[in-house]
């Protein structure tokens, strides 16, 4: 696979849709000009890829905005050492960006069959620092506990206090939280103060599930 195909589209989306909304981590803005997304959506919508929305992969999800994606990944403030959890992975795109500036990242699918595929792809395109389980995200993986960082791609109710648990000192968490129609994304940094969190920006995501997500998936 030529990862330079489609390099132009990459970089029109880096450009226009995350510089021109004050996306500045340099480091983010390379990965988002380095992964493929389109090899991370259905075939029938590969052309869509680039687009400035989010788009619907199999099990009724959803691939994050790119624009949410460098958002997310730059409020972690992720460091070469850091080890994350990741809760949803989805396609896999949002966990190959963590994966290129993470030691490792641990990532947990509720779907079986996505989970499937994600696996495929990301071994398929050389991502070697990556575990991935299906199971309840809402209760993390405190196996491999503390995670410097937490990221959640799906809205919750309340932030799920297993993951403020599974969180290392001075970890970042972050996470959309809010109704069922629009969440807003939080940061929950755990400080020597206690837990600290600060308001981010209007967002929408599909349903948390799990013991600590919406009810009718519990």
Known sequence: MNLADRQVERDRMANEQL???EIRDAQVLDVLRRVPRHCFVPPQISG?????NALPVECGQTISQPYIVARMTELLAIRPTHRLLEIGTG?????????ELAREVWSVEWHLSLL?????RLARLGYRNVRIRCGDGSLGWPEHAPFDGVIVTAGAPQVPP????QLAPDGRLVIPVGGVDSQELLVVHNSREGFRTVPSLGCRFVKLRGAAGWAEFR
């Open 48 to 52: 869509r890829a680039y687009e400035d």
């Open 116 to 120: 499937t595929s994600a696996s495929e």
């Open 91 to 99: 396609t896999g795109y949002q966990t190959a960006v963590l994966a």
């Open 19 to 21: 510089v021109a909304r």
């Open 162 to 165: 297993a993951l403020l648990e």
